[in-house]
Nanobody, 121 residues
Framework: VQLQASGGGLVQPGGALKLSCVAS????????MGWYRQAPGKQRELVATIGTGSNTQYADSMKGRFTISRDNPKHAIYLQMNSLQPEDTAVYYC????????????????WGQGTLVTVSS
């Protein structure tokens, strides 16, 4: 099972980016998925999570600016980020809380490789 994140890049303050994360590997079902980020010199922190029923949860500082969404058939999640600020600069990681595969395996705590978002003028 793998998670592949993409969509990061350099953006000016006030700009927007959309991150994508696609899971692969004979997947039958994925439970909660989410985005986390880690800024230089800081610990990894929660950005947003989304359940199979598209129920969402956001960190307070992201509410109103970031939107997480999910495409269950594609085993994908997305993060639309608006009004980006320099403090949003970080490596963004996607996470799958629990992945069930067709061959009967269960994987917990699966992480993608991260995608770098840099907000700078």
């Amino acid at each position: 099972v793998q998670l592949q994140a993409s969509g990061g890049g350099l953006v000016q303050p006030g700009g927007a980016l959309k991150l994508s994360c696609v899971a692969s590997g004979g997947i039958w079902r994925i439970d909660n998925m989410g985005w986390y980020r880690q800024a230089p010199g800081k610990q990894r922190e929660l950005v947003a999570t989304i359940g199979t029923g598209s129920n969402t949860q956001y960190a307070d500082s992201m509410k109103g600016r970031f939107t997480i969404s999910r495409d269950n058939p594609k085993h994908a999640i997305y993060l639309q980020m608006n009004s980006l600020q320099p403090e949003d600069t970080a490596v963004y990681y996607c996470n799958a809380e629990q992945v069930l595969t067709y061959d009967g395996y269960t994987y917990r705590g699966v992480w993608g490789q991260g995608t770098l978002v840099t907000v700078s003028s």
